[in-house]
């Protein structure tokens, strides 16, 4: 291996190492104490380490949303395999969705919440958020119904998504109906 090869090596594995812990110290203690100075007592580098890696938190926030995107994509598409015929899909991906939304908060607030300095459905989108997305409308793409864009009903199913997993996190639906919303949602909007 060249130096070269070995130093890009643990460039790569240090940047991992920033975004691990990150991510741990937000799902522990939320992003609010995500700060360059405890990641860097964490992580055991100095803070210009830290800042020849990222320019700070956004871009920190950024990497956790796009690792987090490449596992909701990766969730939902074992949902949804496992699953038999269009209804049994759309609910398992639904319920996919919300369970990856609730194990994971720090990660899906950095996804969907937080500024992680990232552009959403544009031409520079990266690709783990269009994966995502692409996740998302290839079970819901075959239940749009006649004469409606595929990609117009996967948004439309996945902002009910986001509203039902925020709104159940924040207290403001109980979370004994989860089922019962899940069903709802999908007896409704998807044409089976």
Known sequence: ????????REQAERERLIVATARELAEQQGWDA?????????????????????RGKREIIGAVALEGSTELAA???????????????????????????????AVYDAIFQLDGGLAFAQEDTPEPL??????????LGEVA???VHPALFTELF????????????AGRQPREFADQR???LVDRLAVV
Do not use: C, N
Request: hydrophobic share 40%.
């Open 130 to 139: 269009k994966d995502a997305f692409a996740a998302l409308q290839e079970t």
């Open 182 to 184: 899940v069903e709802l």
């Open 34 to 54: 995500v700060t360059t100075r405890r990641l860097a007592e964490r992580i055991e580098y100095s803070q210009p380490v830290l800042y020849s890696h990222f």
């Open 1 to 8: 291996m060249s130096v070269q090869e070995r130093k890009q």
């Open 145 to 147: 119904g006649d004469g």
């Open 75 to 105: 969730a939902l598409r074992a949902a949804t395999e496992a699953a038999d015929g269009p209804r049994a899909r759309v609910t398992a991906l639904a319920r996919a969705y919300l369970d990856f939304a609730e194990r994971h908060q």
């Open 158 to 169: 996945w902002a009910s998504l986001h509203g039902i997993a925020t709104l159940t996190r």
